[in-house]
């Protein structure tokens, strides 16, 4: 059973940081494909990043692109996603997901975490 757990949310100010993390136990996250996807309160959940195990591209949602980076440590195990400059409207669950292909599509991702949540806000 491929099990990811994320870490790191909390709140934070407008124009501030945050570094999620998104780890494994019991299998390899670099075999996979990681995405990064956000529901906030009353919407639909959304893509926000991914980064492919081939090549490591990466992709960004256009509402994150220049804020937000994501990397993997493959000596932890682990993909981050560093969030700067962050945005009331950045505010919401934020979850990883394990799958096949790095596309920015929710319905590509077999395996996903619980959560972490982010507040934005002064």
């Known amino acids: 059973q491929v099990q990811l757990v994320e870490s790191g949310g909390g709140l934070v100010q407008p124009g501030g940081s945050l570094r999620l993390s998104c780890a494994a136990s019991?299998?390899?996250?670099?075999?996979?494909?990681i995405g990064w996807f956000r529901q906030a309160p009353g919407k639909e959940r959304e893509a926000v990043s991914c980064i492919s195990s081939v090549d490591g591209s990466t992709a960004y949602a256009d509402s994150v692109k220049g804020r937000f980076t994501i990397s993997r440590d493959k000596s932890k195990n682990t993909v981050y996603l560093q969030m700067n400059s962050l945005e009331p409207e950045d505010t919401a669950v934020y979850y990883c997901a394990a799958g096949w292909r790095a596309l920015l599509k929710v319905y590509e991702y077999d395996y996903w975490g619980q959560g972490t949540r982010v507040t934005v806000s002064s």
């Open positions: 019991r299998f390899t996250l670099d075999r996979y494909a």
